[in-house]
């Protein structure tokens, strides 16, 4: 499975952006879809998670409030609207997939990762 992130930018703090991933498998519907950040010198750190249904969704505490994770199963993509950045949030963001027969469950366990798309904000 190919996995195509995009969106990313610079922004200044208190801004928004919002990033896609394009999953290339028709089978999309039956993946949990995530997003995972780096930062430099740091480890790579869970962000957002939605089930297959899009009904459940999973947020790191320090994301919470500030980003939305929803996806279109018809288009086979997944995005991430950010809301509110701050500083910290400057990492390299990646998208994931895992494939699972639970609908509505999420997950912070991915078995594929595509290329990173860099989100730089400035104070």
């Known amino acids: 499975v190919q996995l195509q992130a995009s969106g990313g930018g610079l922004v ?3 801004g928004s952006l919002r990033l ?26 869970f962000v957002a998670a939605i089930s297959r249904s ?10 919470k409030g500030r980003f939305t994770i929803s996806r279109n199963n018809a288009e086979s993509t997944v995005s991430l609207q950010m809301n509110s950045l701050i500083p910290e949030d400057t990492a390299l963001y990646y998208c994931a997939v ?6 509505h469950d999420t997950t912070r ?4 990762w595509g290329q990173g798309t860099q989100v730089t904000v400035s104070s």
Do not use: H, L
């Open 12 to 14: 200044q703090a208190g």
């Open 20 to 45: 896609s991933c394009a999953v290339s498998r028709r089978t999309f519907s039956t993946w949990v879809m995530g997003w995972f950040r780096q930062a430099p010198g740091k480890e790579r750190e």
């Open 54 to 63: 899009g009904i459940n969704t999973d947020y790191a505490d320090s994301v």
């Open 98 to 103: 895992r494939y699972t027969r639970m609908v």
């Open 109 to 112: 366990t991915y078995d594929y």
